[in-house]
């Protein structure tokens, strides 16, 4: 089945927002939403909304997420890293290298090795003081996913892709349980960081 979607105004946005919740239902199963003129970019929503596969629609909304947040951040440089120090860590004149991701896994001379939406979402008060920065809030397609998965994928911070999709996919329980044991692994590794930049 079907169902086309008119979206002509702001009200209609908000209408069309506002009903997310109901078009991820189990109810609109086997519903395919299209729509005539987006006008408003809903598009990236459409897409996860048509994929009734749990896991393919958490990859797809995960991966329009970071695509949002790439796209509007990409003339920004707000955290202006020179020499591999950020703004921040440059103004204290710590030596601290590679800024918020120092001690992570994941992190490159090239820069982050995955797509993380809670790391691309994420600004320390010395950059929101400065600029506008975008929340979860504002990251539309995130509503496609339930109020307990977008608060976990808005502080999954740290963690590969796959581990944030299996972690939207699991039960809360299970996936609280994932991210505890993974924060324990990684603490050891936090602290020896902190220790070696205080000598
Ligand atoms: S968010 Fe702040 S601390 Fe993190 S890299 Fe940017 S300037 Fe540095
Ligand atoms: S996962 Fe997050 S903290 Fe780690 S390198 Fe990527 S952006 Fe930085």
Known sequence: MKKKLIINDEKDLNRFYNRLWLYRSFIYRFVYFY???DK???TPILKALNIKYRNSRIKCVINEAC??????????NYCDFKCYKCALH???KYNYK?????????QSSGGCLTSNVACKLFYCKYITDKYDTLTIKDIKVLYVLSLFQRM??????FASVDDV??????WPLASTFRISMRMLKIYPRFRKVI???KL
Not at 67 to 76: F, R
């Open 35 to 37: 729509i005539d003129e």
């Open 40 to 42: 408003y970019n809903v």
């Open 67 to 76: 695509i949002y947040l790439d796209n509007y951040y990409k003339d920004k």
């Open 90 to 92: 440059r103004s204290k």
């Open 98 to 106: 590679n800024g918020c991701c120092r001690a992570c896994d994941y």
């Open 152 to 157: 976990t994928i808005g502080s999954d911070y």
């Open 165 to 170: 999709a299996m972690d939207l996919y699991c």
């Open 195 to 197: 220790k070696n930049e």
